[in-house]
């Protein structure tokens, strides 16, 4: 059984360091993916949770992932992932997928983030999850640009 994968890069006028606070920060992760609640213990063998739905105790969507990797403030590697919909489960297992952020700096004040999601099964059952998962990064990197801009930094020159 084949794998495939989709990558997402894009630079950003914020420093590495602000990015990947951004990416293990659940405060940041609930406004940039819309997330009702996140819970992240950043370390290897840490937790990386979110999760949608007005009520907490029936929410609508669970994503879960173990960090398998964490190289501050240039990598984050999410595994062994379970996903959880209301609605019906993906019809193909998903602990093999990765998720792999790289932020790379690119002067000051400047990065770029790519992102791999990779595992995907190639039969054609895992097609629709795939496409809403294209997709789903896409808005992703449209809420990390809206975040930035809505939480700009303000810079306090010398007295």
């Known amino acids: 059984m084949g794998t495939r994968r989709h990558v997402f890069e894009e630079p950003f006028a914020v420093s590495a360091e602000r990015m990947f606070a951004a990416l293990v920060t659940p405060s940041s992760i609930r406004s940039w993916w819309g997330a009702d609640k996140a819970i992240v213990l950043p370390q290897v063998g840490g937790t990386w949770v979110a999760s949608w739905g007005?009520?907490?105790?029936?929410p609508d969507y669970i994503?879960?992932?173990?960090?398998v990797e964490i190289e501050r403030p240039h990598r984050l590697m999410l595994g062994e992932g379970k996903y959880f919909a209301r609605d019906g489960q993906p019809p193909f297992e998903m602990d093999k997928m990765t998720t792999?952020?790289?932020?790379?700096d690119r002067g000051p004040g400047m990065c770029s983030l790519r992102i791999t999601q990779d595992g995907f099964p190639s039969e054609i059952v895992a097609d629709d999850f795939y496409e809403a998962c294209v997709i789903g990064w896409k808005n992703t990197f449209e809420g990390i640009r809206k975040y930035f801009?809505?939480?700009?930094?303000?810079?306090?020159?010398?007295?």
């Not at 792999?100 to 790379?104: G, K, L, T």
């Not at 801009?149 to 007295?159: A, G, H, I, R």
């Open 63 to 67: 994503s879960s992932f173990k960090i």
């Open 54 to 58: 007005e009520n907490e105790n029936e």
């Open 100 to 104: 792999e952020f790289i932020v790379e």
């Open 149 to 159: 801009f809505d939480n700009p930094v303000v810079e306090k020159t010398p007295e």
